[in-house]
């Protein structure tokens, strides 16, 4: 028993620990969006469904003496493969959807290592059951106990005290002795057969049971054979909950980061949800997690509505809370259709099945057929439907008490009044849209409207729910730069302010600028006849918009280029190739709706950037972000290179098309950090600020989250109450009849 529960728990914990190190180790490869990990979590669950079919299908149709010689043989052989080290050769290039790179590269780096231990839990099950007495579903909330460890021991023990090349040694190690502990069973399991070959009295036999008995915890197991409707249920429910998971990632993750923490977070939820159903039905209660599973999808609706201007851990909260309240209703109604031990393998084929189904939707069918995250908002219908197709079909459903039909019902009808909601959210998400685009770096829209604050129609050119530039379309309007562009602005400031501009041979006035973020192309508004200016952006629609929607690249009198591919690889590739790019200004402005590129700002990205620079450049950072506070890693970025820091905020002024932004100054140019205009729009880093450091092997978001006092928590609280108040009618028609006596009083 004790080397079943060990190996099951060991193969476990290799198997969760095993993606954040390999999802971070490719991460900067793919332009670190959250896609990358979306399509690392496909694979994963892919590997998964050939485990679990390998297993059912050598335990269907093989003897169990030669299960375990062939087992035993393909482990033996598996550990050629280590250690795991992504090989470079795989990094992403031009390629505008690298998401069959990722597979490829995953799939020669663990794929046969990653296939054995998917298929552990389910073969050894099936050996145990043939050896011990016993229910062998425990040991499947134990493999799951061991999943969540490692999926928490990441973040906080792995991640902060190992390298990235330590981690995956240490886990290939991991591995050798999990193929040790894998044929000490399949030992155990050869001297069974030989004993129960000698002494046929002496075999484990399954106690008996009726058919359709009802088991101790009050659901049923059925005995009779397993009909196509049943595995149907049981491939949908998995295919909800994994769906939910992965569309859930995706939203928290393109508005903060793409981090181990926010990848583990779900995944962690996902697998309690695992560990409780599946440890014992009786802590799934449908008097409790199907209202709970109404009230929190309600939650969700109303923050699809509120979006980005909600605090973070309100958005991380009400998402984190939907998902544990579907995976918890689908995986609970799962373990209540669950058959009996004869069919286990066939069980979590289905459910293997499922989860892959879901994997593919949301990675592979999703970005294909919507121009928007709209995989999360079908996830949010389908589970509760699942849930009430489970509610329905089980035996006997519509008569205990009546309980069961009253929540059916209530069920039914917040089904119906989600899915009025969710329409109405994505009418409004595409309301004046000229064009939308998703691909695998993300949704980009562009939307013309009429700003009242300029008198004049204006472009806007959105990244996810973050506004990325915007175009004054009339007249002189045209070449003005807005939003975070602002001539008084920080990149205004390095641009025009830089001593080359300034110099009195207008011969030496050129500047040679470097974009790290294309946008809608506002920083050519700041360029001058010429200046050369050299964007590099991942996404080529973004480029493509860029150039046929804007018209911030036609009217520029500078010279401009647009590189397609990660900046950080392109950068690499130029320095190796033609050397530096000899940079008076580099900015970089690259985010993901309003998500930090963290391979973007590590301290080994930062020493290259000044490797393109010259002596006297400055390196500008868009620090502006609702949950993120970059100063301590830009003070970090200035100690390290021996350089000065300045921040920039600039003060909205909408009749201008101007808004709120904070530009990072760094740089040793004494005689442009000495000019009276830089030293009266910038300010030093406050004292209290901490420099934080974020290498290639760590970075802790924890360190650099925004802290909300209770002032701006009650200013939130006082703004979504009148945002609520203008949906309400009665609340609208209350003011109404306050404002006439002062018409009639007029």
């Not at 995986?331 to 004869?342: D, F, I």
């Not at 590099?536 to 647009?562: G, K, M, S």
């Not at 397609?564 to 008076?584: C, I, S």
Request: hydrophobic share 50%.
């Amino acid at each position: 028993m004790i080397w079943y529960a060990l190996t099951i728990f060991w193969s476990a914990f290799l198997l969760f620990l095993v993606q954040p190190i390999l999802g971070k180790q490719i991460l900067p490869w793919f332009g670190g969006t959250p896609a990358v990990w979306t399509t690392c979590l496909l694979f994963f669950q892919m590997l998964l469904l050939g485990g679990y079919l390998y297993a059912h299908a050598i335990t269907a149709w093989i003897a169990p003496r030669a299960q375990a010689l062939l087992h035993i043989s393909l482990l033996g052989a598996s550990l050629w493969f280590l250690p795991i080290v992504a090989d470079p050769a795989y990094r992403a290039a031009v390629e505008s959807s690298p998401t069959w790179q990722i597979l490829a590269l995953l799939t020669f780096t663990i794929g046969a290592p990653y296939f054995l231990i998917s298929a552990t839990g389910p073969l050894l099950q099936a050996w145990f059951a043939k050896t011990h007495v016993g229910s062998p579903y425990r040991l499947y909330a134990l493999s799951n106990v061991g999943s969540l460890l490692a999926l928490l021991s990441y973040p906080f023990v792995v991640e902060p005290r190992l390298k990235l090349g330590d981690q995956t040694h240490y886990w290939s190690w991991g591995y050798a002795a999990f193929a040790v502990f894998c044929a000490l069973c399949g030992y155990q399991l050869l001297r069974s057969q030989r004993r129960h070959a000698a002494s046929p009295s002496t075999e484990v036999a399954a106690p008996p049971r009726t058919v359709g008995a009802s088991s101790s915890n009050g659901h049923h197991e059925f005995e009779h054979p397993t009909s196509w409707g049943l595995m149907a249920l049981w491939l949908g429910l998995a295919a909800g909950a994994s769906g939910m998971l992965m569309a859930t990632t995706n939203q928290i993750c393109q508005e903060v980061a793409v981090v181990p923490f926010l990848w583990i977070l779900p995944l962690t939820l996902y697998l309690v949800s695992f560990i409780i159903c599946f440890d014992s039905p009786r802590w799934y209660d449908r008097r409790f997690f199907v209202p709970l599973l109404i009230i929190t999808i309600a939650a969700t609706a109303i923050m699809l509505f509120i979006g980005v201007s909600a605090p973070l851990v309100a958005q991380i909260g009400t998402y984190s809370a939907a998902l544990f309240a579907c995976a918890m209703s689908c995986h609970g109604e799962l373990v209540r259709a669950r058959p009996p031990a004869r069919d286990l393998t066939l069980f979590y084929l289905c459910v293997a099945s499922g989860g892959a189904l879901g994997g593919v939707f949301v990675a592979l069918v999703a970005p294909a057929i919507f121009d928007g995250l709209w995989e999360f908002h079908v996830a949010l219908v389908v589970c509760p439907a699942l849930v009430l197709a489970a509610m329905v079909r089980e035996e006997n459903v519509l008569y205990v008490r009546n309980r069961p039909t009253v929540l059916a019902a209530v069920l039914l009808l917040a089904f119906c009044a989600l899915i009025t909601t969710l329409v109405i959210h994505v009418r409004e998400y595409r309301k004046g849209v000229l064009v939308a685009t998703r691909n695998f770096y993300g949704v980009v829209r562009v939307r013309d409207a009429y700003d009242p604050f300029t008198e004049s129609p204006v472009r806007k050119l959105q990244h996810g729910t973050i506004l990325h530039g915007m175009q004054l379309l009339e007249g002189d309007m045209r070449v003005w730069p807005t939003t975070y562009y602002a001539r008084t602005a920080g990149v205004g400031l390095a641009i025009e302010q830089h001593p080359r501009r300034l110099a009195t041979d207008p011969a030496n006035r050129n500047l040679r600028i470097g974009v790290i973020g294309l946008g809608a192309g506002t920083v050519a508004a700041l360029a001058q006849a010429g200046d050369t200016i050299r964007f590099y952006d991942i996404n080529p629609d973004v480029i493509r918009i860029a150039q046929e929607y804007f018209y911030f690249l036609d009217e520029t009198q500078a010279h401009w280029t647009v590189e397609q591919g990660d900046a950080r690889l392109t950068l690499e590739k130029e320095l190796a190739e033609n050397g530096p790019q000899n940079f008076d200004v580099l900015v970089m402005d690259a985010f993901s709706s309003d998500a930090i590129p963290m391979h973007l700002i590590t301290t080994e990205c930062v020493e290259m950037y000044w490797k393109h620079l010259k002596p006297d450049g400055i390196l500008v950072v868009n620090t502006s972000n609702r949950n993120v506070d970059l100063d301590p890693l830009v003070l970090a970025m200035a100690e390290a290179s021996h350089k000065d820091a300045r921040l920039c905020e600039t003060n909205e002024d909408r009749n201008t098309g101007i808004y709120s932004s904070t530009w990072a100054l760094v740089t040793s140019n004494e005689e442009f950090l000495g000019s009276l205009p830089v030293s009266q729009f910038t300010t030093l880093i406050p004292d209290a600020v901490q420099p934080v450091v974020w290498t290639d092997d760590y970075g802790s978001l924890w360190q650099v989250l925004r802290k909300y006092d209770n002032s701006e928590i009650d200013a939130w609280i006082d703004e979504q109450k009148e945002w609520l108040r203008s949906y309400l009618p009665w609340s609208r028609a209350d003011e109404a009849e306050d404002s006439e006596p002062e018409a009639d009083a007029e």
